[in-house]
């Protein structure tokens, strides 16, 4: 069967090839022997040996060009319909008798957009005839092969060809051209005036070469291509030159409608450790029109788990494009009747939909749908992909937004369906749907008809916003219960922000602000207890019914920079330290007052009296207890050097380097808080080390109190009171360095390229790609010799009674045997678990047309091997040979 679709897809090809000469016919007779050019004794290029005795014999007119190009305009004659133009850059010769014309050397005919270069050309204006051949040059070298060219067409490369344009009939000899990724080669092609090709001793291979030296491919005897129809004759493989007479088809008929059309996909066949034999993918391409299709594929097992899937993809020409993908798998694991025997049932659903912006200026919609159960990845290794980075993926995310500008983009409306699921955790939230509207900020107090610049009260700037959400936190299993959707959270939200910015004594940002945020709820809680045979059991009720929430706070505060210079220390030119302080006064009132009515009080089963808001746990949260004043603070750090360079010969041999970025502490005060009046302190920063090969980011939290190990929290106590100025409770670190900055650019571009040429790649095409190359580092790039990269990411977390700490180090790299070699890995190591991340080497064969890669995971979960050798050409991805023998959930 893959014989028979090779065949198909050759004739597909040829049927292409009819754009070499759209509309006319060629006849004539093959120039093999009588036709060749020859070489005289005067080592001069000669014409073709059938014209030559006439040249001889006959009153001869010559013009003699020399290196001097000429051209002859033929006006209209009888039988043409135009102006032939001839161009001859070496010489022109005319046989008044038989009028014919012989041009030399980069020789042209322009005929109704149709156009000829070679370097010998005759012209018969009694048959309305023209004959392109090259020349035998004084190497005895055929060269200045005919080039045709025809309106909007490629040009097209023969050995010789014949046309004539009365009867618009040629034949061509010697052709080879390309067509959608692979080649064609045929020593005669013919076409008459019904539209209909036929071809002789032709040739269809996967190489460039006009003798593939890595050739699979079909051989030809002879083919018929009509409109509708492709009718060959016997044809049979050829591979390494080698033909394969044994797998002949000797005879072959095949409908070609010009358009899709629906057919059988053909699966891929291979073992699996868990799940036994497989067939996968088989299934049937259905075409409905010019702007959808779909594939329906199922995979089998022969211990009988089973996959199936529904594809999709739908596009509109300026307007929209997208697809969905549908995917469903029952996996059972293990000996049947036994405690290991399992059976799991997963499913995958997936959506993508973009609008172009000129389909409709102002509106947007988008859609980008990744949902399912948590195990789908895991049992079916992504899929058979073996992508690693999908199947230790934590989460999945869907977003379908919409949105519509208004008053000259003065009013933004936004509405959008999200989905987010925790698959550690099994948690699911959705967001059906969340929507926002919001008011550009303005001026309420200045004029349009302003002169000079703004007063202060001109300066005030307000805004306004409103959202909306339905949402809903649940566990995955029981989503779509009715008990489940009717916990569904809504309300709206209003916030109105004023703000006030000016200039003082020029070196100071003076800030002010007021924040108003409102919220209407249709759900509260209620806490209560209930007497059960088990003792008295604390309840939440939920109350339905409208309620409104709202908040307000103030702000005000200063901004400044300062600027530091340090003396020169040897190398060290100048060092610039940038501060930048600020300071805000905020205040909040307590709305747990019970003038609010936002907080109740419960007594708990041990007695003890809580104070608790009736909005907790509602989707904009309660209102702040606690009245708060105090002070904000945060101080920003910015450390340059200048130091001399040999090598950087710019600003006078003085080069700039970043020490620390963005080194900032951040923090509060609150006057009036009972207890823990200083907040934590939280800093973050980075720098780039060796020449910026290293970018390192780091994090923490500062605690300024104590803690008491004996009694597991923190007291009202000063860290610096116990000897310490705090305590560290949280800090972070990362990094990443390639030793070959190079190959780490290539890399990264061959990503991004491959990332841009999966929107024209057929589905199957995409898996196959992401089968062979599963992994970011199996981009193949032969002009970088070598690369070795790593990265590097460190956690600590002590909030007082129990330390943690998480390290991983990851590596990857590659390296050139030779030329057409190349060796792939990647592997790191959890320092916590003490183990061995997902390890993969890879070796990859250029084989020119073809190319071979090896890939081998030797131990973990996706234990497992495989070879592919695969044709480069995209039109043939079914060419290609598997072994995989995966240990897929063995240990």
Same mark, same amino acid.
């Given at each position: ?31 093999? +022997? ?145 067509? &959608? ?77 010009? +358009? ?58 300026? +307007? ?18 036994? !405690? ?85 955790? +099994? ?55 009715? &008990? ?166 710019? !600003? ?111 589905? &199957? ?127």
């Amino acid at each position: 069967m893959s014989n028979l679709r090779s065949v198909a897809v050759f004739f597909s090809c040829i049927s292409l090839f009819l754009t070499i000469f759209p509309g006319v016919s060629v006849y004539g007779q093959e120039n093999s +022997k009588q036709d060749s050019s020859r070489i005289d004794t005067l080592r001069q290029a000669t014409p073709p040996s059938d014209t030559t005795a006439k040249v001889l014999q006959d009153t001869l007119t010559l013009d003699s060009l020399g290196n001097r190009p000429d051209t002859t305009r033929q006006e209209q004659t009888d039988g043409l319909k135009a102006v032939v133009s001839i161009v001859a850059a070496d010489s022109q010769v005319t046989e008044v008798k038989t009028n014919i014309i012989h041009l030399y050397k980069e020789a042209k005919v322009k005929y109704e957009g149709f156009e000829l270069a070679a370097d010998y050309i005759r012209v018969n204006n009694n048959t309305n005839e023209i004959f392109a051949s090259g020349l035998m040059d004084h190497n005895n070298k055929y060269s200045g092969r005919p080039v045709v060219i025809f309106p909007n067409e490629t040009p097209k490369a023969v050995d010789s060809l014949r046309y004539n344009f009365d009867t618009a009939n040629g034949i061509t000899f010697g052709i080879f051209t390309e067509v &959608e990724g692979g080649y064609i080669q045929a020593s005669r092609v013919r076409k008459n005036q019904y539209n209909e090709m036929s071809l002789y001793h032709g040739m269809y291979s996967t190489c460039n070469l006009p003798q593939p030296h890595t050739h699979f491919g079909i051989q030809i005897s002879k083919g018929i291509v009509t409109e509708n129809q492709i009718i060959a004759g016997p044809a049979y493989l050829v591979m390494e030159g080698v033909p394969l007479r044994f797998i002949t088809i000797p005879f072959g008929f095949f409908p070609k409608p010009n +358009k899709r059309s629906s057919g059988f996909l053909f699966p891929t066949f291979g073992e699996e450790f868990n799940r036994g034999f497989f067939m996968r993918d088989i299934g049937w391409y259905l075409a409905f029109n010019d702007y959808w299709d779909s594939e329906i594929r199922g995979t089998l097992y022969s211990k009988g788990s089973y996959e199936a899937s529904i594809l999709t993809r739908y596009r509109v020409n300026y +307007k929209y494009n997208g697809g969905f993908n549908i995917r469903y798998a029952n996996t059972k694991n293990g000996v049947e009747g036994t !405690d290991q025997y399992r059976s799991t049932k997963d499913f995958n659903v997936t959506w993508n939909h973009t609008q172009l912006q000129e389909a409709n200026p102002g509106t947007t919609f988008s859609a980008n749908v990744n949902f399912g159960t948590s195990s789908y990845a895991q049992n079916t290794a992504a899929g058979a992909s073996y992508n690693y980075d999908e199947i230790t993926r934590n989460s999945m995310n869907s977003s379908i937004s919409y949105g519509k500008t208004f008053l000259d983009g003065k009013v933004n409306f936004t509405s959008s369906l999200r989905h987010s699921q925790d698959m550690a955790a +099994k948690t699911v939230s959705l967001d059906l749907p969340t929507f926002s509207l919001s008011v550009s900020s303005f001026n309420p107090f200045d004029s349009k008809d302003r002169i000079g610049e703004q007063k202060w009260y001109q300066r005030i700037n307000v805004s306004y916003s409103l959202r909306g959400d339905n949402i809903l936190n649940a566990r995955e299993t029981g989503l779509f219960n009715k &008990e489940t959707l009717s916990q569904f959270q809504h309300g709206f939200q209003h916030s109105i922000p004023v703000s006030l910015s000016l200039n003082v004594l020029k070196f100071f940002q003076f800030n002010t602000s007021v924040n108003y945020n409102e919220g209407w709820h249709f759900q509260t809680y209620r806490r209560r207890l209930e007497n059960t045979p088990n003792g008295f059991e604390e309840l939440r009720d939920t109350v339905n019914g409208f309620t409104r929430s709202y908040d307000y706070s103030m702000s005000s505060g200063l901004s400044t920079k300062i600027y530091g210079m340090y003396p020169k220390i040897g190398k060290i030119q100048a060092m610039r330290h940038v501060i930048t302080p600020s300071f805000n006064l905020n205040y909040r009132p307590d709305f747990s007052d019970p003038m609010y009515g936002f907080y109740r009080r419960f007594i708990d089963a041990q007695g003890r009296e809580n104070l608790y808001s009736i909005f907790q746990g509602s989707r904009y949260g309660s209102p702040g207890s606690g009245r708060s004043m105090g002070i904000g603070f945060s101080i920003d750090n910015n450390l340059e050097a200048k130091i001399l360079s040999k090598k950087d010969t710019t !600003d006078g041999g003085v080069k700039k380097i970043p020490i620390l970025q963005g080194l900032t502490f951040s923090g509060n005060y609150n006057f009036v808080a009972d207890s823990f009046k200083l907040s934590n302190i939280n800093f973050s920063g980075r720098t780039a080390l060796f020449n910026q090969k290293i970018n390192l980011n780091f994090n923490g939290t500062f605690d300024p109190y104590s803690f008491d190990r004996q009694a597991g929290r923190r007291v009202n106590r000063y860290a610096i009171k116990d000897g310490q100025l705090a305590r560290l409770t949280n800090f972070g670190l990362s990094f990443d360095y390639s030793f070959n900055p190079d190959a780490n650019k290539s890399r990264q571009e061959g990503l991004d390229s491959l990332d841009n040429q999966k929107a024209n790649m057929t589905p &199957e095409q995409q898996q196959q790609l992401a089968r062979i190359s599963s992994d970011p580092n199996a981009f193949v790039d032969f002009n970088i010799p070598w690369n070795l990269a790593g990265s590097f990411s460190f956690q600590y977390s002590n909030p007082g009674h129990q330390t943690r700490i998480t390290a991983t180090l990851n590596i990857h790299g590659d390296f050139s045997l030779t030329p057409k070699w190349k060796v792939q890995f990647n592997s790191g190591y959890d320092f916590r678990q003490k183990e061995v991340s997902m390890t993969r080497f890879s070796i990859y064969r250029d084989l020119h047309c073809w190319d071979m890669s090896f890939g081998w995971v030797p131990f973990g979960r996706f234990q497992s091997y495989n070879v592919t050798i695969r044709a480069k050409a995209s039109i043939l991805q079914d060419l290609k040979l598997t072994k995989r023998n995966d240990s897929f959930g063995g240990f």
